[in-house]
């Protein structure tokens, strides 16, 4: 799926392995067409964990940042598909 415009993105969902969840699970992947050099993000619609080049970003000191990161991304998804 592709948006475009500016800030444009692709945006598409992809079953890959989740380090956290320990099996392969649903991504909401987002990359930057513009920019290719910064890679892809990635968040595990299961367990919420965020993934950038590979890693695990940053975790937030919040109550329920996995929740609100599966609901965010799941949100996401459904705008994009929206425009389309």
């Known amino acids: ?9 692709v945006v598409s ?3 890959r392995f989740c380090i956290n969840c320990k099996r392969r699970r649903r ?3 987002s990359r930057s067409k ?22 695990w970003l940053p975790r937030p000191f919040a109550p329920r940042w996995r ?12 705008e994009t598909r929206a425009r389309l």
């Open 1 to 9: 799926m592709a948006i475009c415009g500016p800030g444009a993105q």
């Open 13 to 15: 969902t992809r079953v």
């Open 27 to 29: 991504f909401y992947v």
């Open 34 to 55: 513009e920019l290719d050099y910064y890679g892809e993000y990635g968040t595990c619609l299961t367990c919420g964990e965020q993934y950038g080049g590979g890693e």
């Open 67 to 78: 929740v609100a990161n599966v609901a965010k991304a799941k949100r996401k998804l459904l």
